[in-house]
């Protein structure tokens, strides 16, 4: 069983950053593919960021690109999300998830992560 704990939410104003982080625990966390998703209020949750197993390859949603960064820590079994230049529509809560897939380019298909953190709250103000 794979345990996923986010952490580093928070309310900020629009401009600000933050950076999220999210700890794995019950198996081999440096194996697999991680993704950070979200959903704010009344929208379905989507892709924002997903890093490979080794953190060589990345990929990032067009509305986050340029903004937003995807990194991971394989000996501290943690995965990060860099925020910068926040809008108030990345207003969201925020999910980290773990990917069942072990390959080159990371999945951002949401159906290919099978474990899912309790989110984390990221309010930004205008």
């Known amino acids: 069983q794979v345990q996923l704990l986010e952490s580093g939410g928070g309310l900020v104003q629009a401009g600000d950053s933050l950076r999220l982080s999210c700890a794995a625990s019950?198996?081999?966390?440096?194996?697999?593919?991680m993704g950070w998703f979200r959903q704010a209020p009344g929208k379905e949750r989507e892709f924002v960021a997903a890093i490979n197993w080794s953190g060589g390859s990345t990929k990032l949603s067009d509305s986050v690109k340029g903004r937003f960064t995807i990194s991971r820590d394989n000996g501290k079994n943690t995965v990060y999300l860099q925020m910068n230049s926040l809008k108030p529509e990345d207003t969201a809560v925020y999910y980290c998830?773990?990917?069942?897939?072990?390959?080159?380019?990371?999945?951002?298909?949401?159906?290919?992560?099978?474990?899912w953190g309790q989110g984390t709250q990221v309010t930004v103000s205008s």
């Open positions: 019950g198996r081999t966390f440096s194996s697999h593919t």
């Open positions: 998830a773990e990917s069942w897939r072990i390959e080159v380019n990371p999945t951002t298909r949401e159906y290919d992560y099978n474990y």
